[in-house]
T-cell receptor
Framework: GENVEQHPSTLSVQEGDSAVIKCTYS??????FPWYKQELGKRPQLIID?????GEKKDQRIAVTLNKTAKHFSLHITETQPEDSAVYFC???????????FGQGTTLQVKP | DTAVSQTPKYLVTQMGNDKSIKCEQN?????MYWYKQDSKKFLKIMFS???????INETVPNRFSPKSPDKAHLNLHINSLELGDSAVYFC????????????FGPGTRLTVL
């Protein structure tokens, strides 16, 4: 079945450093890859997404890359700030099933 | 002007009771979803409706019954609540059933005692 693996489960960085979170997916029919940020007690909120016809997308300090051949996609956050601290989820939607499958989440801590 | 709203925000109840959670979206979207987030933060799809029609039904106990009276509303009724049902339940909506951005509601924290 569909599966999304996310690593690392926890990530601690100093303010100003970069953070990278990696995901792999199993369903080759996946064609949409959103990333969500969830602060404690809040709802998941979309921060960036990428579609299968694009290899890279950037929005200010956040970038996402996609390698369809290897079924990998990654989130890159540069110049991290304490307010970036949260749980980040990668996800993939299969064009076959329409289901959004989430990774296990990465707890990012940015130390001031 | 909240896009996706849920009620109640918190729900504390005894084992064996029946409870409902309501969801509404004012985005004009066609597709709505229910997700369960367990204590380890794992988010899993439960159900999806497209224009009031059930399109995704994961392996969820049949004690859980979704209902969509119209495309702006999706409710979740849970019978005979069990301890393991304790979780945060999120409603979400998207423009269509295809690969569209899903917008989440604020969540309902269900605690079964």
């Amino acid at each position: 079945g569909e599966n999304v693996e996310q690593h690392p489960s926890t990530l601690s960085v100093q303010e100003g450093d970069s953070a990278v979170i990696k995901c792999t997916y199993s369903d080759s029919a996946s064609n949409y890859f959103p990333w969500y940020k969830q602060e404690l007690g809040k709802r998941p909120q979309l921060i960036i997404d990428i579609r299968s016809n694009v290899g890279e997308k950037k929005d200010q300090r956040i970038a996402v890359t996609l390698n369809k051949t290897a079924k990998h996609f990654s989130l890159h956050i540069t110049e991290t700030q304490p307010e970036d601290s949260a749980v980040y989820f990668c996800a993939a939607i299969s064009s076959n099933t329409g289901k959004l499958i989430f990774g296990q989440g990465t707890t990012l801590q940015v130390k001031p | 002007d909240t896009a996706v709203s849920q009620t109640p925000k918190y729900l504390v109840t005894q084992m064996g009771n029946d409870k409902s959670i309501k969801c509404e979206q004012n985005l004009g979207h066609d597709t709505m979803y229910w997700y369960k987030q367990d204590s380890k933060k794992f988010l899993k799809i439960m159900f999806s409706y497209n224009n009031k029609e059930l399109i995704i039904n994961e392996t969820v106990p049949n004690r859980f019954s979704p209902k969509s009276p119209d495309k702006a509303h999706l409710n979740l009724h849970i019978n005979s609540l069990e301890l393991g049902d304790s979780a945060v339940y999120f409603c979400a909506s998207s423009q269509s059933r295809s690969a569209d951005t899903q917008y989440f509601g604020p969540g309902t924290r269900l605690t079964v005692l």
